[in-house]
């Protein structure tokens, strides 16, 4: 902090009275020294990004190259290890088809591992959302992911159905690190610009959906067998995202910060944070209606995702002929998708919320839920593998879209218990899951009747936008926005004129 001001270049008068009173005014007396307000005793007193005080020093911009303290370290720590919780969590998943036949385990048991490594998940978002509100995502990311990599690696041990379905279980449990990713960015990022960033981070750690498909089953499974038996080299080859994902637990721990002015342990001692209470947050997040007409629809999207995940090898393989390692190449461009399109998502949700406030946000959504629907009806109806692909990838973009614009309304249903409500949010993702995936048991070893009421079903939780109204901001079609919001949006948006800013300068 410095004492001192550059006096300015303008004086109105040159009396030794006007000189004195100027000198007064730009300088401070020892008197006024003693007296000043100490600063707040926060980790950092500058920041990299600009930053709103009104929100908790929180970002109001995202500068993707930028790895600095605290805000965008924490924002490349949150995706990078929803990454890796993908790498861990679905590094089997493209090996099933090698897995079955050595075990002799039918396709309705390898379903049914493939639901109950999803379904384990819906607990873990329901309590680690109350637990990142009281202790912040940094901790709970290390202790998940270093948990969840011991089980990864013990997946060579497996040699029943029901030793598959175990320990997919544990390994599922990885799934509740979105909770940590979305609260983080949350937690890091103002309102305006939040939409953008959960939807670049959720986006970017999906993506490790599509590239484990492409390295676990059409790189590392090749490269293992190679020098040893099929059945060898997948009981072998997990040990990779397991060391990797531990690795990165730890290191997670130590490189990042729970919140913009520090880790929550300090921010609790120094009086800048109070004590939160896991099972009010929780209560608070789950008598509100929003909190779960969102839960329906991120079932909608982020649960058909995680069943693509699981199915589209698979699919690629019995309908269309392919190879093990082709047809992981193929269901990889479903996750691929993901290096964009959520951020899409969520960047096409601050524009709307930017024009139109939240109604804008709530049709981006609905729209982007219709038009998935819609995509997955014509993909269950075609029966040419090119035009398969094609469609797919369509598929996917409106797919991601729509999580990445559920996470841009998030935030706003009740900020206080965001992390309780991104947790009940996000199970519903898991358990949209579970429900397609044990539809697909259900018809197996037939894929488009499954796809079928996927579809019309996407296309029925679009229709549920209408009832969310979140207090002090429009509905879908009725109600106004608030003064305050109103006054809010303008603020944001408000752009010096340039001969403002020539002034600012001059002085």
């Not at 307000?37 to 500058?46: D, G, L, N, V």
């Not at 309102?191 to 498909?213: D, H």
């Not at 949010?425 to 996927?454: D, K, L, W």
Request: with cysteine.
């Amino acid at each position: 902090h410095s004492f001192f001001k550059e006096p300015r270049r303008k004086q109105t008068s040159s009396s030794p009275t006007s000189l004195l009173l100027f000198i007064e005014q730009q300088y401070p007396t020892m008197s006024d020294v003693d007296t000043g307000a100490a600063p707040e005793p926060k980790k950092y007193q500058t920041y990299a990004l600009e930053v709103d005080p009104d929100q908790d020093d929180k970002a109001k911009e995202i500068k993707l190259c930028n790895f600095s303290r605290p805000h965008m370290r924490a924002f490349h720590c949150s995706w990078w290890c929803f990454f890796i919780a993908f790498f861990i969590w679905f590094a089997i998943a493209p090996l099933l088809s090698e897995i079955g036949p050595d075990l002799g385990i039918s396709k309705k048991e390898i379903w049914t591992s493939s639901v109950i490594s999803v379904a384990g998940t819906i607990c873990m978002r329901f309590v680690l959302g109350p637990l990142c509100d009281k202790y912040g995502a940094r901790i709970l990311f290390t202790m998940v992911l270093c948990c969840c990599a011991i089980p990864t690696a013990c997946t060579g041990l497996v040699n029943s159905s029901t030793g598959l379905i175990i320990l997919r279980l544990f390994i599922g449990l990885v799934g509740g690190t979105f909770v940590m990713c979305q609260y983080w960015t949350s937690r890091m990022f103002t309102k305006e610009v939040v939409g953008t960033a959960n939807a670049l981070v959720g986006g970017w750690g999906n993506l490790g959906g599509g590239v484990t498909q492409l390295i676990m089953g059409s790189v590392l499974f090749p490269l293992f067998k190679t020098g040893m038996s099929s059945e060898m080299a997948w009981r072998t080859v997990s040990i990779v995202p397991a060391f990797i994902g531990f690795m990165s637990g730890v290191a997670v721990y130590f490189i990042s910060d729970d919140a913009p002015k520090g880790n929550y342990k300090d921010l609790k001692k120094n009086g800048l944070m109070p004590e939160v209470s896991a099972a009010a947050s929780f209560r608070s997040g789950a008598l509100n209606l929003n909190t779960w007409v969102l839960f329906l629809q991120y079932g909608c999207c982020f649960g058909v995702e995680l069943t693509m995940n699981n199915a589209a090898a698979l699919y690629f393989k019995d309908a269309f002929g392919q190879t093990t390692e082709s047809a992981a190449a193929i269901a990889s461009l479903f996750g691929w998708m993901n290096l964009f399109a959520r951020g899409l998502g969520g960047y096409l949700s601050d524009k709307a919320n930017a024009r139109n406030g939240m109604r804008g946000r709530l049709w981006i959504h609905t729209l982007l839920l219709l038009f998935e629907g819609v995509m997955v009806l014509i993909f269950a109806n075609t029966n040419k593998l090119g035009v398969s692909i094609f469609v797919m990838v369509l598929f996917s973009l409106f797919v991601q879209g729509a999580e990445g614009s559920s996470y841009g309304i998030v935030p706003y249903v009740n900020p206080p218990v965001t992390g309780s409500i991104a947790g009940i949010v996000g199970a519903g993702g898991n358990t949209g899951a579970v429900g397609f995936g044990m539809t697909f048991r259900q018809f197996a070893p037939s894929y488009r009747e499954p796809f079928m009421i996927m579809g019309f079903t996407i296309i029925g939780s679009s229709v549920l936008s209408l009832f969310i109204r979140i207090k002090g901001h429009a509905g879908l079609i009725c109600g106004e926005d608030s003064e305050e919001v109103k006054k809010a949006n303008e603020t944001t948006i408000a752009v010096p004129a340039p001969e403002e800013e020539d002034a600012e300068a001059a002085e």
